[in-house]
T-cell receptor, first 110, second 113 residues
Framework: GENVEQHPSTLSVQEGDSAVIKCTYS??????FPWYKQELGKRPQLIID?????GEKKDQRIAVTLNKTAKHFSLHITETQPEDSAVYFC?????????FGTGTSLTVIP | EAGVTQSPTHLIKTRGQQATLRCSPI?????VYWYQQALGLGLQFLLW???????NRGNFPPRFSGRQFPNYSSELNVNALELEDSALYLC????????????FGPGTRLTVT
């Protein structure tokens, strides 16, 4: 089956700096890559996703890049704000099966 | 549109007992996924149901089981509870197909004493 690795497990940045979280996957058949944000005590919520036929997608301060050849994808958050502090999960999917990374705890220091 | 709902919010059981957790997907969604999230850890895939059938299960012992009803709601049963089963159990639903967002419920916090 698919194996998704996520790094780093924890990340601290100063407010206003950028944050980058990276994920790798093993199954070249995976074709949909969502990112979820889970704030403390809340449910995970989708923040951005990318499909295998696209290399990059942006939504305001958030962007995701996908390198199919290298089988990795990354989440980029620019101009970080304290409310970006949360746990972020990447996932790779094939068909209806979702495989999640282990999560990155992001702390934005005011 | 109502979101994914789960009940109960909290559940306290003693070791050896059975727990039943329930999930109602978003209207029109046919797939339900169950995940275990232990404190400080990631989302561990438990079970996936679609159209009433179990499609896949994660690396969990058989005492974790469930079912999906004709209205697509789902139930997760955990038998012979162990202390390490204490966790947040999340369910998520999709409209089928690997290209659709998973919508998560608020979770059930299971505590085993």
């Amino acid at each position: 089956g698919e194996n998704v690795e996520q790094h780093p497990s924890t990340l601290s940045v100063q407010e206003g700096d950028s944050a980058v979280i990276k994920c790798t996957y093993s199954d070249s058949a995976s074709n949909y890559f969502p990112w979820y944000k889970q704030e403390l005590g809340k449910r995970p919520q989708l923040i951005i996703d990318i499909r295998s036929n696209v290399g990059e997608k942006k939504d305001q301060r958030i962007a995701v890049t996908l390198n199919k050849t290298a089988k990795h994808f990354s989440l980029h958050i620019t101009e970080t704000q304290p409310e970006d502090s949360a746990v972020y999960f990447c996932a790779a999917t094939y068909g209806n099966q979702f495989y999640f990374g282990t999560g990155t705890s992001l702390t934005v220091i005011p | 549109e109502a979101g994914v709902t789960q009940s109960p919010t909290h559940l306290i059981k003693t070791r050896g007992q059975q727990a039943t957790l329930r999930c109602s997907p978003i209207s029109g969604h046919t797939s339900v996924y169950w995940y275990q999230q232990a404190l400080g850890l990631g989302l561990q895939f438990l079970l996936w149901y679609d159209e009433g059938e179990e499609r896949n299960r994660g690396n969990f012992p058989p005492r974790f089981s469930g079912r999906q009803f004709p209205n697509y709601s789902s139930e997760l049963n955990v038998n012979a509870l162990e202390l390490e089963d204490s966790a947040l159990y999340l369910c998520a639903s999709t409209n089928g197909g690997g290209h659709y967002e998973q919508y998560f419920g608020p979770g059930t916090r299971l505590t085993v004493t």
